[in-house]
């Protein structure tokens, strides 16, 4: 029902996820990123307080993979999970339960690592992660390449409905926090269009929240 992308990038120190699901609302659910910190992905039959948990336990200072057994530890439900995870090195961690729906499949590839359940086969996680390797410029835009080239393999075993990306950066807000919801058809393609009307814009949305007064304007009535 899942495939998803968790990255750090090396160069600017940002944390992403991109994420996209046959579920309605995936990105309310699934991605789970603090500044700093790290970035988790908890999916399959998902249980968001994973993503809490295991941030939590990274910033105690643990490694990725003990803060994910760490976490799937207080979960007497864990077969049934899915989790990634990456810290602010590039090291990841994975999980797999036992009752991981349909083809599954994950990898951890160079500063990222992706997952994936009701595949429609396991190279579609292949895909992700060369697609990143291989991709450059900003971190939300690797990461979209990434999601696109899992859905150009064959995606899920059924139609994507929902999409998701998330950003941090050294803020205690998301730099980039994008969703489709629900689409019928290709919604990773509606939450590219998203992230090419957002960029233009974001650094912009971060100078009128650090200091207002070298804000631009809006371009609306009232704020020329």
């Known amino acids: 029902m899942t495939i998803s992308i968790t990255a750090m990038c090396p160069d600017s120190g940002q944390l992403g996820i991109a994420i996209s699901s ?38 105690k200072g643990l490694t990725s993979d003990q803060a994910l057994k760490a976490a799937l530890a207080e979960d007497k439900f864990s077969a049934y999970r899915q ?11 994975c999980f797999s339960g036992t009752e991981t729906l349909g083809i599954h499949h994950m990898k951890a590839g160079t500063n990222c690592v992706a997952a994936g359940n009701m595949l429609s086969e396991t190279s579609v996680i292949e895909a992700m992660v060369e697609a990143f390797e ?14 696109a080239a899992g859905v150009e393999s064959g995606g899920e075993a059924g139609p994507e409905h ?36 957002y960029e233009p814009q974001m650094l912009a949305y971060v100078t009128r929240a650090l200091d207002p007064r070298k804000a631009p304007s809006y371009g609306v009535p009232g704020d020329e």
């Not at 291989?134 to 999601?147: P, V, W």
């Not at 941090?168 to 998203?194: F, H, I, M, N, S």
């Open 22 to 59: 046959s579920s309605i609302a995936v990105g309310a659910r699934c991605p789970w990123l603090q500044a700093g910190v790290g970035a988790v992905s908890s999916q399959n039959i998902t249980l968001p307080a994973l993503g809490q948990k295991t941030l939590e336990n990274l910033a």
């Open 83 to 93: 989790v990634t995870v990456i810290d602010t090195q590039g090291k990841a961690a």
């Open 134 to 147: 291989h991709s450059t410029g900003e971190l939300s835009t690797r990461l979209l390449i990434a999601l």
């Open 162 to 197: 929902s999409a998701a990306l998330k950003v941090v950066d050294d803020y205690t807000w998301p730099l980039v926090d994008l969703r489709v919801d629900w689409a019928d058809q290709d919604p990773v393609g509606e939450l590219a269009k998203l992230w090419q009307d």
